[in-house]
C-alpha cells in the first residue's frame, strides 16, 4: 500500500472464522495498525484491571462486554485515523454508528464459515500460558503433547472455548451481529472463510484490490 492510500477495514465473522489470522498477515504486509478489542480484553484480564474482571464475567458466559465499555476502551486506543483493522469491532449497530462517528470505515471484510465448523475450530484450540501461541488438538497439535513446542509453557483451553459457550456466543452473533452485514452492505466484502488460509488470504487481498 503506498504512503498516499488510505484504507480502514473491519472485519467481521463468528468467533473462530479465522479473523485473528487473517489480519496479522494483512499487517504484515500492508503496515495496518491491527486494533483488536480482544486483545484489549484479553490484556486487561491478565492484568486483573477491574474492568477485565468486569468483562470477563460477560465472555465467560458467552455474552458481548456492553456497547459502552467497548466503545470507550476503543476511543482510548485511537491515536491515528487511517490505516486500520478493527477486529472485533463493531459487534453491535450501536458500536457502528459510534465508530462511523470517530471515522471512516472504507471496506467490511465478512468472514462466512458454517457454525460446526466454527465449534470443531474452537473446542480444539489450545493456547500457551507462558508466549500465547496457539495450537489445535486436531489440526496443529503440539508435538510435546500439553507443553508449548516453542516455550516449554503449559496449554490451556480458554473457558469461553467450552463447547456451550460457543454455541450460546454464535447465537448472541446472529441475533446481535449479524444485522451489521445489513448497515454495511454497500461496502462489504464477502468471504468463504473456508479452506487454506492462503486461498482465504488471496480471495481477500483481491477483493480488497491489494497487492503484495
Known sequence: MSEDQSLNLVFLGA???GKGTQT???IKNFHF???STGDLLRKLIQEKHPLGVKAKSYMDEGNLVPDSLMIDMIKTQMH???NIIFDGFPRTLAQAVAL???THIDKVVFLEVAHQEVIQRLTGRRICKQ???EYHVEFL???KGSVCEKCNGALYQRDDDQEEVIKKRLSVFTSLTAPLIQYYE???LRVQAMGTVEDIYQKITQGLGLSS
Open 15 to 17: 468467533p473462530g472464522a
Open 24 to 26: 496479522k498477515r494483512l
Open 33 to 35: 495498525k491491527h486494533l
Open 80 to 82: 491515528q485515523k487511517k
Open 100 to 102: 462511523d462517528e470517530i
Open 131 to 133: 508466549c500465547g501461541f
Open 141 to 143: 497439535p503440539s508435538k
Open 186 to 188: 454497500g461496502k462489504l
